[in-house]
């Protein structure tokens, strides 16, 4: 196997150079912000690889593991080990040149290897990774998976040239049910020391004992020959090991890509805030906008084409070199009335003030039915699920929080509910629970976005095929709350979306383009003097009855920007109150639960059964002072825009 000591481009780095290039060079500089790595949903999703990955090995009991991270040593062993004529290694790590790739799972058999990429993707056997519209190509929402087996067998054939060489995707498998209770907490997620985790396998994880796979190895032969052969890939004139020879000399040489500008810089993971610039941090995105996009640092700081909602039209003008809001016309927005003009004309007249159709709100306040309830659902979709019978990345619905208002306005934090317990599946409790809290009247009953019609609609399905002996009345319940597009039903009690009213009727350029509650409700706490005068005062907790929070003011200001700290962000950490030395097992005492990706990992970590009393209490305690902080957010919301009509 010829390699090379210097800096390789591993199959991580090459998966992310095919999203963008120039994201080599950030990668491996030390500086770059990476934002990716704070992301509380994403680290959910990552935790759900982990265990994907180590239920994999578990179908190879005669595997064994290059537990090593020293790229060097792992080398080294792994080519003792593939001396022998028949071998299973895990993260058996291949180099050829400076390319190198650890293999989730890599089979020999005398002159054939067989690889096993492991993806915690979802899969059914009526998927294809070859999709025909237009031209014959890898399906966009497949590539990066499928490029990922076209390089490591690329490296493969490379190292082992005389090899018949078989690729194949472990994918979790949609259609298939596991049969064992706890098929989730043998797979454990441990917390490490630097903020990492590994995976400890708890118990037997014999093939016996983990009963039927749910996952499935698909042969991408086929996907894998074609790619290599360039029948099906094509990119920007270069072929796939064109790719391949030009990323590797540009991590060898540590030689940043010359940025290709768009409309996907809007993720860019490599952005810096500007407090983290002022500390020295270094931004990938101001960069490549400086660099590429001839911006100067003052103009960096202006609002960018990307900021514009849901603005389809922001490619082309990018590609015309204008970048910023401030370089389009009002000839740019044919219509006038569109949200996007709208944001355009707020921002580039610095004007401060927000939009508000107070005649559309007033109307649709108006056709609202008193008592008023505003409802938030916490839930999760794991890969691997927590009881016998039920599917991959099925839907558990394990919280929700309930403010009632009256129609003087007078409210209370009314209901809430958690069942975290390990080994029960939540979700008809659940409903049960949420009928109990809305169906002593009619009132008209809100929501923020569409997650609550749609898991209400899961829960339904799930309660067919259940035999719950109350299934006809929970179901007809969960009908009158919601609609389904796919038959044209719609409940006469179906809920009403506050974040459909925020498009229709309000805008505030603090919100910067998004109509996520946690942009919309800073923004009304920021410039509502109605709000800020009520809840300056301790009054939450005290004179408003809430079920989690000891007597609050909800509107405290920052000292140094003056501006008023989101209650989100003042949400305590899950250890608040123990000691330093009592930092929990599975939380360090700086975490918060405030996002719901953080609310998702927490509720697979309840469902351990060895998480200490006195951590899950806390645990318990900061899900429901966070579910409340939802529901309390749309009760101001409304206050707000109330008090404006």
């Not at 290059?66 to 080990?81: P, S």
């Not at 020959?225 to 270069?238: C, M, P, R, V």
């Not at 991590?251 to 996907?264: F, I, N």
Request: hydrophobic share 35%; proline share 5%; charged share 25%.
């Amino acid at each position: 196997m010829k390699n090379s000591a210097g800096p390789r481009l591993s199959k991580s780095l090459f998966t992310l150079g095919m999203d963008c290039p120039t994201k080599l060079f950030y990668a491996k500089t030390p500086g770059y912000i990476n934002c990716n790595s704070k992301n509380d949903f994403l680290k959910s999703l990552a935790d759900g690889g982990f265990q994907v990955g180590a239920l994999a090995q578990c179908q190879f009991p005669e595997g064994h593991r290059i537990d090593t991270i020293n790229i060097e040593q792992a080398l080294g062993e792994t080519n003792e080990w593939m001396k022998r004529p028949e071998v299973t290694l895990f993260e058996a790590a291949i180099a050829f040149e400076n390319l190198l790739i650890r293999a989730d799972v890599l089979v020999k058999k005398n002159q054939t290897l067989y690889l096993y990429e492991v993806k915690a993707k979802s899969w059914s056997p009526e998927n294809s990774f070859v999709t025909k519209k237009g031209k014959t190509k890898i399906a966009t929402n497949w590539q990066s998976y499928v490029y990922d087996v076209a390089f490591q067998t690329y490296v493969l054939k490379q190292a082992f040239p005389t090899f018949n060489i078989v690729p194949h995707l472990m994918l979790v498998d949609k259609s298939k049910t596991t049969s064992i209770d706890s098929l989730n907490q043998k797979f454990k997620i441990q917390p490490m020391g630097d903020h990492s985790h590994r995976v400890q396998m708890i118990g037997d994880v014999s093939l016996e004992a983990l009963g039927r796979s749910i996952l499935t190895a698909v042969p991408v032969d086929e996907e894998v020959e074609g790619i290599l052969n360039g029948s099906l890939f094509s990119k920007d004139d270069k072929s796939f090991t064109d790719w391949i020879q030009e990323m590797s000399r540009a991590v060898e040489q540590k030689r940043r890509w010359p940025a290709s500008l768009g409309t996907q810089c809007k993720t860019c993971e490599y952005r810096a805030t500007p407090e983290e610039m002022f500390q020295g941090k270094l931004s990938g995105f101001h960069q490549c906008w400086g660099t590429e996009g001839g911006l100067s640092p003052a103009e960096l700081k202006k609002p960018t084409v990307l900021e514009l909602w849901n603005f389809r039209a922001a490619g082309a003008f990018i590609e015309e070199g204008r970048l910023l809001m401030e370089d389009l016309t009002d000839d740019d927005f044919p219509d006038k009335e569109w949200r996007q003009y709208l944001q355009y004309q707020k921002t580039i007249s610095g004007d401060p003030e927000p939009f508000v159709d107070a005649d559309g709100l007033r109307d649709a306040m108006s056709d609202v039915v008193f008592p008023l309830h505003f409802i938030d659902f916490e839930t999760s979709m794991l890969a691997l699920p927590f009881h016998k019978g039920r599917h991959p990345y099925e839907q558990y619905a394990f919280q929700f929080s309930h403010h009632q208002m009256e129609e003087d306005g007078s409210y209370q934090h009314k209901d809430q509910f958690l069942h975290a317990k390990p080994g029960m599946f939540p979700n008809f409790e659940f409903v049960r629970a949420l009928k109990g809290a809305l169906e002593n009247d009619e009132g008209t009953v809100f929501r923020y976005a569409n997650h609550e019609n749609t898991v209400l609609n899961q829960i339904c399905a799930q309660l067919e095929f259940s035999a719950e002996p109350d299934k006809k009345e929970l179901i007809a319940f969960c009908n009158t709350l919601t609609h389904d597009t796919t038959d044209g039903r719609t409940g006469e009690r179906n809920m009403v979306d506050l974040w459909a009213w925020v498009k229709l009727f309000y805008y505030h350029p603090l919100m910067k383009g998004s109509n996520s509650i946690k942009s919309v409700f800073p923004a009304l706490l920021n410039t509502s003097s109605w709000l800020q005068k009520k809840y300056s005062k301790p009054v939450y907790g005290d004179e408003i009855t809430s079920l989690n929070f000891e007597p609050v003011a909800m509107v405290q200001v920052d000292s140094q920007t003056n501006e008023v700290i989101s209650p989100y962000k003042n949400l305590p950490p899950v250890m608040d109150g123990m000691d330093t030395e009592e930092e929990g097992t599975y939380y360090r005492n700086d975490e918060v639960i405030k996002e719901g990706g953080a609310a998702a990992s927490a509720f697979a970590r309840l469902q351990l059964s060895d998480v200490p009393e006195k951590e899950r209490e806390q645990i318990e305690k900061s899900l429901l002072r966070y579910c409340e902080i939802d529901t309390l957010a749309m009760v101001m919301i409304w206050e707000a825009w109330r008090e404006m009509i």
